[in-house]
Nanobody, 126 residues
Framework: QVQLVESGGRLVQAGDSLRLSCAAS????????MGWFRQAPGKEREFVAT????????YYSDSVKGRFTISRDNAKNSVYLQMNSLKPEDTAVYYC???????????????????WGQGTQVTVSS
């Protein structure tokens, strides 16, 4: 199984910036599209951002577009989420995910991804 480990989550104030990291191991990382999702207590896990494996195209949810940036470093087997202008509504556990079934394409659905990290908590105070 591919293993994913998120890090970087912490308590910040509204308007602050934060960078999350996800380290991958197991399979050929460069061939896997990557995604970021988040889940607040009592809510469903929702899509945040994704990046294709070949041409590194990115896609974002409307709620984070213009504020968040997803990137990857294949040499380090890592994917990142740069979050700027954070809002209290961004408070959630953030998960990174990897997919083989997407065959290199971008995916915004939970069902697109078969490998998941255990999450890192991001809390934004008002």
């Amino acid at each position: 199984q591919v293993q994913l480990v998120e890090s970087g989550g912490r308590l910040v104030q509204a308007g602050d910036s934060l960078r999350l990291s996800c380290a991958a191991s197991g399979r050929t990382f460069s061939n896997y599209p990557m995604g970021w999702f988040r889940q607040a207590p009592g809510k469903e896990r929702e899509f945040v951002a994704t990046m294709t494996s070949s041409d590194s195209k990115t896609y974002y949810s409307d709620s984070v577009k213009g504020r968040f940036t997803i990137s990857r470093d294949n040499a380090k087997n890592s994917v990142y989420l740069q979050m700027n202008s954070l809002k209290p509504e961004d408070t959630a556990v953030y998960y990174c995910a990897a997919s083989n079934r997407l065959r290199g394409r971008a995916g915004a659905s939970l069902m697109d991804y078969e490998y998941w990290g255990q999450g890192t908590q991001v809390t934004v105070s008002s």
